[in-house]
């Protein structure tokens, strides 16, 4: 189906711990974003790539890796997962600015 | 740098009662504006977005909004809610050179009966 869509929907991992959320999009947006939803900070930009290979970071990129070798998949690495990155992950889409779609999310607790 | 800034970040509103909700934004270029939608233990769903053209937008569900550049505000509204309408939601813009959305911190309906 076309759409976006991340795995897993929900993990639990241990402190230091390496772990990697996945998003793959359908439609050959040029944009995708990576973002995190906090209690009390609705949504911050964790990391967003322009095209294929072009990744750059965002407001609250640390502790995070992203990669981008092709235009439809954009994975999250946490290289030490901390409690602080306990969090709802959310991965987007888009071209250039005037639409954007969401995936699910990943709800991600660290132990 | 652009900012969101979401004015109320709960709102408690009785049934079939008009309710608006808040949203004024800064930025230096031009803007696209968004409402987002989103319920428990779900992802966000756009309400209506605002591009170019006439000022008044119209979603889904019976909401609209209306962008006021004068006054950087781009404020939700429906005429009236429904219990199903208990959700938090998000004002978002993009236009900046990232291409991202930079979102405010949402608001928090609540429609009682």
């Known amino acids: 189906d076309a759409g976006i869509t991340q795995s897993p929907r929900y993990k639990i991992t241990e402190t230091g711990r390496q772990v990697t959320l996945m998003c793959h999009q359908t439609?050959?947006?040029?944009?995708m974003f990576w973002y995190r939803q906090d209690l009390g900070h609705g949504l911050r930009l964790i990391y967003y790539s322009a095209a294929a290979d072009i990744t750059d970071k965002g407001e609250v990129p640390d502790g995070y890796v992203v990669s981008r070798s092709k235009t439809e998949n954009f994975p999250l690495t946490l290289e030490s997962a901390t409690r602080s990155q306990t969090s709802v992950y959310f991965c987007?889409?888009?071209?250039w600015g005037n639409g954007y779609t969401f995936g699910s999310g990943t709800r991600l607790t660290v132990v | 740098a652009q900012s969101v800034t979401q004015l109320d970040s709960q709102v408690p509103v009785f049934e079939e009662a008009p309710v608006e909700l808040r949203c004024n934004y800064s930025?230096?270029?031009?803007?696209?504006l968004f409402w987002y939608v989103q319920y428990p233990n779900q992802g966000l769903q756009l309400l209506l977005k605002y591009l170019s053209g006439s000022t008044l937008v119209k979603g889904i569900n019976g909401f609209e909004a209306e962008f006021n550049k004068s006054q950087t505000s781009f404020h939700l509204r429906k005429p009236s809610v429904h219990i199903s309408d208990t959700a938090e939601y998000f004002c978002?813009?993009?236009?900046?050179?990232?291409?991202?959305?930079?979102f405010g911190k949402g608001t928090k309906l609540s429609v009682k009966p």
């Open positions: 930025s230096s270029v031009s803007v696209y």
């Open positions: 987007a889409s888009s071209e």
């Open positions: 978002a813009v993009s236009g900046g050179s990232q291409g991202n959305l930079i």
């Open positions: 439609w050959s947006h040029s944009y």
